[in-house]
């Protein structure tokens, strides 16, 4: 009796607070996240399959056969054996992980973050640095930078470079989908597309430190219209992104959105070599190309 | 004259600033004094040094390794309280109860305590309290490894507590990824700490693996062939696999990363080459096993506890024990699911996604065999199958958000989030804490001769229960509403009910402890109405055959096993009692404290890693070579019982 | 039990229960081979295996290790044989050439890191400080465990003892020639060119 009222206590509660809220990962704003949610749905789905059948066993099994009972079933203490039985309860689960096996084959390259987007929009080029504890984003081909405000045309696919001047961290717009490690000396990739206008809110998703919490950015996708718009009031901001700002602003600490002028269209490079000379021998310490995807690196 | 050798890096400005910190640094030494108080009023020093702390008895050993574990887990819980506490008023407009710095440590401290001291620690108590008994022999293989690995994991015990008096702990989760790690982010002791409590308890349970592994192959009572071995033995055996092949993997990790902090190398380090994703790799290659050594003798506990109370054979005993190997063997292929979102290439991860989904079919056949080791059984709903119930309810949604996650694509979007925290407290809670609490519930009256009220026990796992619920269920959906973990304020405040719930149910859970302690001290209190004879649960595996509590030779003669469920099958058959000319000498190993010494001149040697004292580092590691060479030259470490003495005392412990 | 089944169980149980010991040590050599082999390239500018390995001297090392595993297995036929004073003989051989490459490798480290080559200049040669340092450090155990089991024999300790403990010993060293044999290979034969 007080299994049941407090299971259906429960249930009510899990209702209310539910029912307001908003979910990123489930209202998704761009393909990429809402094919992730489709995958979410279509798995846990299919697991059902099993688990409910599981469940109502459990609670059948566990009430008809309990001890108060026993005049009614039957009790059979040797019986521990059943070919057919077996056969059910291994061959559905590995048909279940069949499917869903091929579906993470599929869909670990479909949705691959290193996988361009395909579209008729020409992608805008984003790098991006991780840093203590601030997000720096470079946009290379229009001139401009900004910490902890992302800009993006909407319907545009976003091309995103990521490296690091911090311990490990990572990039995430959960309403535009996968996140993706931002490390000192690599360079990462990650592909996304807004699909409507609006503010996303972005993440760091693995520890860096103390400012860690705070190290939150927006993503704003705009209309073309207003991000050329934005582009052309970066450029006339007051502050510049050059090496002696980009040193300013590596410090710990936390900082509020700015707008930059893109002073040294090699920034991002610089910080990516800060870091990678160390992996080189004498050899091939000169010389590296700007796009450094991982399978440069040395892996796993 | 230049004395700061002599201390190393000690400085006054490492105690503790904050009420909090400073509250644990004045009230854990005060706590010790009034024990130590206590014990001399009481005159139980020699008591405590003759039975306890030179003891060699795997039962005893059991004990001390579960009492600590639970201690441990009323400070894991409380740091818990404080986490969640801090998330509930950290929302816009809240306020900071303690600042990052301590927030930071709390939940670091909070992962290292619940899966080293309170998880380990259990599980290295059963092991002790019931594998012996189960194959009918007196001991584990080497006894004296047994006592070397209890004080070693206690010493590592006192490191992590210590850091809180002195110096405070690592910042950087219980998996301390570098660089975050390294001089460059972290130059204090905090990492150091970490790293030794963590190395000295890591050695401790490699020697157990190995020790326990020799005790089942060698041990074993005439006529019990490994198809013969209760399931739990079995779950042991293959978990003791897994320790001996993971655990130097993260004895490596770790001693890489000290080489690095200590010596300046550039294993995992930003500048000169160093290669942080190493070091995931490494020590992800021990943490995956690591769950898996955790949650499989969990799965054997269960197997006896579904048998025994529903009065049945367990169902599919081969398929139970294919299950286990294949769980075992496929544990160590999928350790790269942990970072998914390092990017390394669709066909690596998914690979690995495809293996760990693999794993849930062994595992979902456990399920169904349990289910239909009840069915057609006849079962009395005592606590320890009550917390089977809670167990396969609880396990199985973890499982599912498992399989979840194990498609790359999905990870990718739940990573790092409330819903992996969620994830991974599911599966642990419902599997291994439910397991463990269950088993000591069930093994209790061996060690100590009466029963623990089940009142209490059946209110506990009612509170565990509802409190698992409320504290984290509301974190999946946390997770989903982009909620990344490890954070001590946020500024959506949507998610303020979410983690307001969160708290109420670590007070529930916190409820389901306060039964359990309520359960012991009134069990103690009542332990005659609540004595037993040795088989109080109508059991079928032998350690139900001897008196309980369980003598300290556990077999006064070694029986004979001819089928699974020996001792079941003897009752149905009549137990005969054993004639005199049966019983024969028993030799016992000595009691001895060198492994108290040892673990606590380890302690010693790690505090003076940690603070730089180097001549104090040369020295106890001298000490610890000179006594391993010393016990290896001892002749006399063991006694024998004449076999009129044990006939005597098996007669008075039978009447 | 009798008194020599029980011997005989017990010597059964300590092989057992070094073997696994062994296993992993093995694990423990794997993971450090490992991020060898990752960081090999990592020089931070500075130099490579190619520069710094000198074959000459690394061939003599193993010739030195391998002869002393050889002699290790005649001390094993002395003492089966009951032959005190040979098996003595054959084990402080063993520990001298063992002090021999020990010395060797030393002088080996020392000269890197008086040229500025020591661990700390790059992540290659932090994982070859550490990789080859480890199996000297098992080399310097094994040195003190051989010479421990020449004072016991001394000690008058029983001869079944002595037997079973020196099995161990034996493994143990055969176990630190293989492993060496891996380092040589991918260290230094795979390092120079």
């Not at chain 1, 405000?149 to 717009?173: C, G, K, Q, R, Y």
């Not at chain 2, 204090?188 to 890591?202: E, K």
């Not at chain 2, 069930?442 to 059946?458: A, D």
């Not at chain 2, 940690?610 to 040369?618: D, E, F, T």
Request: net charge neutral; proline share 4%.
């Amino acid at each position: 009796m007080l299994v049941a009222c407090t299971i259906v206590a429960l249930v009510i509660l899990g209702y209310l607070l539910t029912r307001g809220a908003h979910f990123d990962v489930l209202q998704p704003a761009g393909q990429v996240a809402k094919s992730q949610k489709s995958l979410l749905i279509f798995a846990f789905g299919i697991m059902m399959l099993v688990v409910i059948p599981v469940f109502i066993m459990l609670i059948l099994f566990a009430w008809k056969y309990r001890a108060g009972n026993d005049k009614k079933v039957d009790y059979r203490p040797e019986w521990s054996e059943h070919k057919l039985l077996e056969a059910v309860w291994w061959g559905i689960p590995i048909l279940i992980i069949l499917v869903l096996g091929i579906t993470a084959w599929v869909t670990a390259h479909t949705l691959d973050p290193y996988r361009k987007i395909d579209s008729k929009a020409a992608p805008v080029n984003v790098q991006v640095v991780a840093l203590e504890w601030k997000w720096l984003f470079i946009y290379p081909d229009l001139g401009v930078a900004s910490v902890n405000e992302l800009p993006v045309p909407v319907n545009t696919p976003i091309h995103f470079t990521i490296s690091a001047d911090a311990p490990m961290s990572a990039f995430w717009v959960p309403a535009l989908g996968s996140q993706i490690y931002a490390m000192n000396g690599m360079s990462s990739q990650l592909n996304l597309i807004a699909d409507r206008t609006g503010t996303f809110p972005g993440y760091n998703t693995n520890i860096n430190g103390e400012g860690y919490a705070k190290m939150k950015f927006n993503v704003y996708a705009k209309s073309d219209k207003d991000f050329s718009s934005w582009i052309a009031s970066a450029r006339k901001s007051p502050n510049m992104m050059d090496e002696q700002m980009l040193q300013k602003i590596s410090k710990p600490g936390t900082m509020s959105e700015t707008a930059y002028m893109l002073m040294d269209n090699g920034l991002y490079d610089k910080v990516v070599m800060k870091y990678m000379k160390g992996t080189m021998s004498d050899k091939d310490s000169t010389g590296t190309s700007t796009q450094h995807d991982m399978s440069n690196m040395e892996g796993m | 004259m230049d004395w700061q050798w002599l201390i190393g890096r000690l400085d006054l400005s490492y105690l503790p600033h904050e009420p909090v910190t400073m509250g644990a640094a004045i009230g854990m030494p005060l706590t010790l004094v009034a024990i130590a108080a206590a014990l001399t009023y009481f005159k139980k020093w020699g008591y405590l040094w003759r039975e306890w702390i030179t003891t060699v008895d795997a039962k005893r050993i059991g004990i001390m390794y579960g009492s600590v574990a639970i201690i441990m887990l009323m400070r894991g819980v409380f740091d818990a309280l404080m986490i969640r506490s801090q998330t509930a008023l950290g929302g816009p407009g809240g306020s900071q109860l303690f600042s990052t710095d301590t927030y930071q440590q709390v939940f670091t401290s909070h992962g290292v305590i619940m899966i080293f001291f309170v998880a380990m620690g259990l599980m290295f108590a059963l092991f002790n309290i019931a594998v012996p008994l189960m194959i009918g022999t007196r001991d584990v293989a080497f006894p004296f490894l047994n006592a070397v690995s209890f004080w070693l994991f206690f010493a590592g015990m006192i490191l992590v507590n210590g850091s809180l008096i002195f110096g405070g702990f690592s910042i950087g989760g219980w998996l301390g990824y570098p660089p975050l790690t390294e001089l460059q982010y972290s130059p204090g002791p905090g990492v150091d700490y970490w790293i030794w409590s963590l190395q000295i308890a890591g050695i401790g349970s490699l020697l157990s693996g190995i020790n326990f592994f020799v005790t089942i192959l060698k041990h074993r009572a005439p006529g019990m062939t490994f198809m013969r071995m209760p399931i739990f033995v079995w779950s042991v055996l293959v978990t003791t696999v897994l320790i001996m092949i993971a655990f130097p993997m993260l004895t490596a990790s770790l001693a890489l990363l000290s080489l690095d902090r200590l010596m300046g190398m550039h294993f995992f380090t930003s500048m000169g080459g160093g290669n942080p994703m190493m070091y995931i790799n490494l020590i992800w290659a021990w943490g995956h096993p690591e769950v898996y050594i955790l949650v499989m003798p969990a799965f054997g506990i269960f197997s006896e506890i579904v048998a025994t109370f529903s009065r049945k054979r367990l169902f599919g005993y081969k398929t139970m024990v294919i299950a286990l190997v294949a769980i075992m063997f496929f544990s160590f292929i999928v350790w790269q699911h942990h970072f998914f979102t390092m990017g390394a290439g669709a066909d690596v991860n998914a690979f690995f996604g495809i293996m760990t989904m693999i794993i849930a079919i062994p595992t979902g056949v456990k399920l169904f065999n349990w289910l239909f080791t009840m069915y057609r059984g006849r079962i009395t709903f005592a606590s320890p199958m009550v917390w089977f119930m809670c167990f396969a309810v609880t396990f199985t949604i973890g499982g599912v958000t498992g399989v979840l996650m194990a498609v790359p694509a999905i990870d990718f979007q739940v990573h790092n989030t409330l819903f992996l925290v969620a994830h991974f407290h599911n599966v642990i809670i419902g599997g291994v804490v439910f397991g463990y609490l269950a088993a000591i519930t069930y093994w209790f009256p061996k060690m100590f001769g009466f029963r623990l009220h089940e009142g209490f026990g059946k209110a506990a796992a009612y509170f565990w229960q509802v409190g698992f619920l409320l504290a984290f269920m509301p974190l999946y959906a946390l997770g989903l509403m982009g909620a990344v973990r490890r954070l001590d304020n946020y500024s959506d405040p949507a998610w303020i009910p979410f983690f307001i719930v969160s708290a109420v149910g670590v007070v529930f859970v916190g409820a389901g402890i306060a039964c359990q302690v309520l359960q012991i001290a009134y069990s103690v209190w009542k332990r005659k109405e609540l004595h037993v004879t040795g088989d109080p649960w109508g059991g079928r595996t032998l350690e139900w055959s001897v008196p309980s509590p369980a003598p300290f030779y556990n077999y006064a003669i070694i029986p004979k096993v001819n089928r699974v469920d020996e001792w079941w099958y003897q009752k149905e058959e009549g137990v005969k009692a054993p004639k005199d000319s049966e019983y024969k000498d028993i030799v016992m190993p000595k009691n001895t404290s060198f492994g108290f010494i040892i673990g606590m001149t380890a302690f010693v040697l790690s505090g003076a890693l940690i603070w730089h004292i180097w001549w104090l580092v040369i020295l106890t590691f001298i000490a610890v070579v000179a006594m391993i060479i010393m016990r290896t030259m001892d002749d006399f470490t063991e006694y024998t019982i004449p076999a009129a003495e044990v006939m005597k005392m098996d007669k008075e412990a039978r009447a | 039990m009798s008194k020599a089944l029980e011997m005989i169980a017990k010597r059964d149980k300590a092989q057992l229960g070094f073997w696994l010991y062994l296993m992993t040590d093995c694990m423990l050599f794997t993971s450090l081979f490992a991020t060898y082999m990752i960081l090999r390239n990592s020089t931070n500018g500075g130099a490579g295996g190619s520069e710094l390995f000198s074959m000459g001297f690394v061939l003599i090392e193993t010739l030195i290790l391998l002869t002393s595993s050889y002699v290790c297995g005649l001390a094993n036929l002395a003492i089966h044989n009951g032959r005190k004073k040979e098996f003595v003989m054959y084990l402080g051989a063993t520990i001298a050439l063992g002090i021999a490459f020990l010395t060797m490798e030393l002088t080996e480290f020392g000269k890197l890191i008086a040229e500025g080559n020591g661990p700390q200049a790059s992540a290659f040669l932090s994982a070859f400080f550490t990789l080859v340092g480890t199996h000297g450090l098992h080399i310097t155990i094994g040195l003190v465990w051989a010479a421990v089991l020449i004072w016991a024999l001394y000690r008058q300790g029983r001869q079944e003892d002595i037997l079973r403990k020196f099995g161990l010993f034996a493994v143990f060293w055969h176990f630190l020639d293989i492993v060496w044999i891996f380092i040589f290979t991918i260290v230094y034969v795979m390092g120079v060119k």
